[in-house]
């Protein structure tokens, strides 16, 4: 068999493990040939590929980024003027000439809907989930999450140094435009005391408060975690309009970082090494069994799959109801409520 592999949307750590564990397992244990697809959907429309064997393999099970390149190609996005060529129909006529036998796509939620739609239209296809967002339905976590999660809890604990010194309020404002997964698991793991996500509407007088009850208490610094889609009503960034609304009405000198793309680079953590290369050897495993149409996923600790059908259009968000933020709230974290 003859398959292709791209990466498509945002870059995330783990992604190359992931080629890694199609590629390698592909050659060594099915015979198959692998070809790369560079620079997500775009590779497809222009025919731009190159064969991936062993040496090109190897090597990059650490490698931050994707050896392939990536985009954000949308094919089946509407035709913006008359003239335009059917992105759609190209793809699938390269994907013929190609001569695949499947094309595995790497890549978040809008990556697994476009590649449901190739399947509809009789492309052999796999999807595998990646997003530092954590926020692919259909499996329990997404690789790259595991990474960003440390980047950002290190940075929360290196701001508690200067927060203390200098009594101040530090706002961290890190990835997740729909869902808060990053700021939860990194704001409770960097002992923030506030956190704000898109998925808990957030009362900025609550937040005030909350830091004043602390300055009353003697604890006149404070570590504010915030996801950068949480709904201001401000054309500023989240963490420049909170930042400001806390000095404005506590008077207690308040700064702002903005993790930004520091989240997404870099070397993956072992746990999203691993993930990624489970998942990408279960992909290959089911184009040797013509079982396509699916995305893997990890689902109670076993790497199994479902069909991208179930999955294309939908988000995993947090539970308002999620343990870390019953227990933060029991032990006094406010989530702006």
Not at 26 to 32: D, E, L
Not at 265 to 275: I, T, V
Not at 277 to 306: D, P, W, Y
């Amino acid at each position: 068999m003859k398959i292709g592999i791209l990466s498509a949307g945002g870059d995330s750590p783990g992604i190359n493990a992931a080629i890694r564990g199609v590629g390698k397992t592909a050659i060594w244990h099915y015979g198959m040939e692998v070809i790369g697809i560079h620079n997500g959907f775009t590779g497809l429309l222009n025919k731009d590929i190159e064969v991936l064997d062993e040496g090109k393999l190897s090597g990059i099970l650490n490698l931050g980024g994707t050896i392939l390149g990536t985009s954000r190609e949308k094919p089946f996005k509407k035709k913006s003027e008359p003239g335009d060529i059917n992105k759609p129909l190209v793809i699938r006529q390269n994907y013929i000439e190609l001569g695949l036998d499947c094309m595995v796509c790497i890549g978040g939620n809008g990556t697994q809907k476009t590649a449901n739609r190739f399947s509809e239209m009789g492309l052999n296809v796999i999807g595998i989930p990646k997003t530092i967002d954590n926020d692919v339905w259909g499996t329990d976590i997404t690789f790259g999450f595991d990474t960003a999660v440390n980047i950002a809890t290190d940075a929360i604990d290196r701001l508690h140094s200067t927060a203390s010194s200098h009594k101040r309020v530090m706002v961290v404002e890190v990835m997740g435009h729909h869902a808060g997964w990053i700021a939860l698991y990194a704001g409770m793991a960097g002992g923030a005391d506030v956190i704000l996500i898109p998925e808990i509407e957030f009362d900025i007088n609550k937040v005030n408060e909350a830091i004043l009850n602390r300055s009353k208490r003697g604890k006149p610094s404070s570590i504010v975690v915030v996801a950068e889609g949480i709904k201001t009503g401000s054309s500023k960034r989240p963490a420049d309009y909170i930042s400001h609304a806390i000095e404005e009405a506590t008077g207690i000198e308040t700064r702002e970082t903005v993790l930004g793309y520091i989240q997404r680079g870099g070397s993956p953590s072992p746990f999203d090494r691993n993930l990624a290369t489970r998942l990408g050897s279960h992909a290959t495993e089911l184009i040797a069994n013509k079982q396509f149409g699916q995305m893997v996923c990890l689902k109670e600790e076993k790497i199994t799959s479902l069909p991208l059908s179930e999955v294309a259009g939908k988000l995993k968000l947090v539970d308002p109801e999620h343990d870390l933020i019953t227990q933060g709230e029991r032990m006094g974290i406010s989530f702006g409520k």
